[in-house]
């Protein structure tokens, strides 16, 4: 997470400076605001604003004039009621703002959510950090032979070494073309007196997928649960997968009480089909079921047994 002495200088000085409110904050978020999580090996999720808590929740479900909550286990029963029953809209009254730094790769899949407001670091107007992701070993594997959008075992020995050669030469081949281009350093010096340079909006334009990006990220609570939903589930790329879930984190301690009933009714639960609550219903009463009678297809079938934790 290569950040400055300047930008740490100035990530402290936000944390150092508080003032009074007298709207709803949370202590667990406080003590994290500002500060990036790190996430891969360049990358990070920090927290920089958030409005309402758990008792949003709750006061814009009853539209209550207070803070409308009552004893913790009603407003635990009301928050899981709604979100079993998706009843979605109190879960929009929260809002958070991250500040993200991410491989462009996870960008492109990250900004198929459209539901959240985001503002991109400008490489029209700046020059790009010179980072780029490169996979720990344990994460370089193989094309997975059962998913066509997955991975299989890890790569070892003389290929894995060949890749992360082919990974870090070729990303330091086209930062030094940039380079070239821009006739300027990383560090904003002029290479030659004597040339121009090309404008930093197509200098850009041969940069690899694995260069780093960042933006400020602002979506509201059932919206970020939904992103989280997809995006820390076993079928996302490990690498959104990674911010997912230190996202997660952030939302544990931001709304607790929410983000258990997420995680009972969300990510921790199964959504079944009609036909794959009929096969439920007859192993429920003893009855031998097979994938072929069952009406449903090979992949729901194994996929409900591995959320059943059965044999296939
Ligand atoms: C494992 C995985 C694999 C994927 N593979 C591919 C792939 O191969 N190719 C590909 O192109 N994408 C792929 N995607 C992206 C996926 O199709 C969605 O675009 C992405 O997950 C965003 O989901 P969303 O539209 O529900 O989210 P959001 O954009 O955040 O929208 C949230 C919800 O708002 C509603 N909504 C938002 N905008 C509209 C709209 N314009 N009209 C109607 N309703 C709207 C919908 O109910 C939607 O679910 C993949 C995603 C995952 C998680």
């Known amino acids: ?10 990530i402290e000085a936000q944390r150092q400076a508080t003032q009074p409110t007298r709207r709803a904050t949370v202590p667990a978020l406080e003590e994290l605001l500002y500060r990036p999580l790190p996430v891969l090996d360049h990358g990070f999720v920090r927290v920089v604003d958030y409005m309402g808590d758990d008792s949003a929740v709750v006061q814009a479900a009853r539209v209550s004039y207070g803070r409308g909550t009552k004893k913790v286990s009603e407003d635990q029963g009301l928050i899981n009621y709604l979100m079993r029953h998706r009843h979605t809209t109190p879960f929009e009254m929260c809002e958070i703002k991250y500040h993200v730094k991410l491989p462009i790769f996870v960008a492109r899949q990250w900004i198929r959510h459209r539901t959240a407001n985001v503002n991109e670091y400008s490489a029209r107007y700046s020059i790009l950090d010179k980072e ?13 032979v059962a998913n066509r959008q997955g991975r299989g075992d890890v790569l070892e020995g003389k290929e894995a070494a060949r890749v992360l050669e082919i990974l870090r030469d070729d990303a330091e081949r086209a930062y030094g073309h940039y380079e070239e281009m821009l006739n300027e350093r990383e560090d904003g010096t002029k290479i030659d007196g004597a040339r121009q340079g090309l404008a930093r909006e197509l200098a850009r334009i041969n940069l690899p997928l694995s260069m780093y990006t960042q933006w400020y990220w602002k979506i509201d609570l059932h919206n970020l649960l939904h992103f989280v939903a997809l995006r820390a589930d076993p079928h996302a790329q490990y690498e959104i997968r990674a911010y997912a879930e230190a996202m997660l984190d952030t939302v544990r301690k931001w709304v607790p009480i929410t983000c258990a009933a997420f995680e009972a009714n969300g990510i921790g639960g199964y959504r079944l089909s009609a036909g794959g609550l009929a096969v439920v219903k007859r192993l429920l009463a003893g009855e031998p079921v097979s994938q072929e009678e069952s009406g449903l297809s090979k992949r729901e ?10 044999e296939g």
């Open 1 to 10: 997470m290569g950040l400055t002495a300047e930008q740490k200088a100035e």
């Open 132 to 144: 780029f992701y490169v996979p720990a070993p344990e994460h370089l594997a193989a094309q997975s």
């Open 301 to 310: 079938w194994r996929e409900l047994m591995a959320a059943l934790g059965r």
